[in-house]
C-alpha cells in the first residue's frame, strides 16, 4: 500500500477527492493551507508521484525550493520536511512539542539533509507545522 491514500498515477487527486479523504481532519488541513496562503508569499504547489509506493503528494514550494509535503492518507494526513543541520538545531530550540522533537532526531540522514515525517491529528501537530514551515523557510 501506498503511504499517501491516493495511489493510481492516472488519477491526480482533486480538493473533492482530498476532502472525502481526510474526513475530520479537514479543519486541519484548511488551517494549515489559509496559513500557508496569508503569510507566505510565491508558494507554489503542485501535485507529484514519486513511485507507487509513495503515491501522490502535494509539493509546496517557494520558487524552486521545496518547503514541504503534503501526503493526504485515510483520515488524517503527513507532512515530510527535508532539513539541513541548521534548521534542525533551530527546530530542537524551538517550542514544538517532544515528540515532534524525537521524530526530527530520528531522522533520517542523506545528502539532502534530515527527512521526517509527521502525522497530524491534533492542534498541536499543527502548530508544530506551522513553526517547522517557519524554520524552513528562514534556513
Not at 499517501?4 to 488519477?11: G, R
Not at 496562503?37 to 508558494?43: L, P, R
Not at 509527521?118 to 492542534?123: A, D, F, G, L, M
Request: aromatic share 12%.
Amino acid at each position: 500500500m501506498a503511504t499517501s491514500f491516493f495511489d493510481n498515477k492516472a488519477v491526480i487527486p482533486n480538493d473533492d477527492m482530498v476532502d472525502s479523504v481526510l474526513a475530520d481532519k479537514k479543519p486541519l488541513w484548511d488551517k494549515l493551507k489559509l496559513h500557508v496562503a496569508e503569510n507566505y508569499q510565491g508558494i507554489n504547489h503542485e501535485w507529484k508521484m514519486y513511485s507507487k509506493k509513495a503515491g501522490w503528494n502535494l509539493v509546496f514550494k517557494k520558487e524552486k525550493r521545496t518547503l514541504f509535503y503534503f501526503v493526504p492518507c485515510d483520515k488524517y494526513f503527513m507532512t515530510a520536511f527535508v532539513f539541513g543541520q541548521k534548521a534542525v538545531d533551530t527546530a530542537m530550540q524551538s517550542s514544538i512539542s517532544d515528540g515532534m522533537k524525537a521524530t526530527i532526531s530520528d531522522a533520517d540522514v542523506c545528502a539532502s539533509g534530515h527527512t521526517f515525517i509527521s502525522e497530524v491529528n491534533s492542534e498541536q501537530d499543527l502548530d508544530d507545522i506551522i513553526t517547522l514551515l517557519k524554520i524552513k523557510d528562514e534556513s
